[in-house]
């Protein structure tokens, strides 16, 4: 591995009408959806930003502009595999993600296998390379009051 870079996304969707939510590319039950231009799926929003960032490449907006109607709607699972596709054209390879929900509801325990899975598959890497996680913040602030959902993540990236 040579050229290591490091990037960081972080991305955010309040609740609104609907009735389910997609996290990972994982669609989960709930009694509200995300406000988006997109599907909502501020995991994949995250790591998207997180890769864009460590290849010094912009951030997801400048890339699927909500400003854009063919992004409304997106799958953003769709959005990953171009994002992976554009490190391929660097001949650039993701290492691996870190990443970390932040929501008190819905209960996602049960899902980030799956939506590891997504992930590692989208980027064609080892699963044993992706790490979901996901957190409350015990009551406190707009997650705890259940306003909505965020995430972060963290990548590594490398030359060929």
Do not use: Q, W
């Amino acid at each position: 591995m040579t050229d290591l870079r490091i990037g960081h996304g972080y991305d955010v969707h309040a609740f609104g009408p609907g009735d389910h939510v997609i996290l990972g590319g994982v669609r989960i039950d709930h009694d509200a959806g995300l406000v988006a231009h997109s599907d909502g799926d501020v995991l994949l929003h995250a790591i998207c930003d997180a890769l864009l960032g460590a290849e010094g490449r912009g951030d997801i907006g400048a890339h699927f502009p909500d400003t854009d109607p063919a992004f409304a709607g997106a799958d953003s699972r769709g959005l990953l595999r171009a994002v992976a596709a554009l490190l391929e054209e660097r001949n650039r390879l993701t290492v691996n993600v870190d990443a970390t929900v932040i929501a008190a509801a819905p209960r996602l325990a049960a899902h980030v296998a799956e939506m590891g899975a997504n992930i590692a598959a989208d980027l064609g890497i080892d699963p044993a390379r992706v790490n979901v996680k996901a957190t409350t913040t015990e009551g406190l602030g707009p997650f705890g009051r259940r306003e909505g959902i965020g995430a972060h993540a963290v990548v590594l990236t490398c030359g060929r």
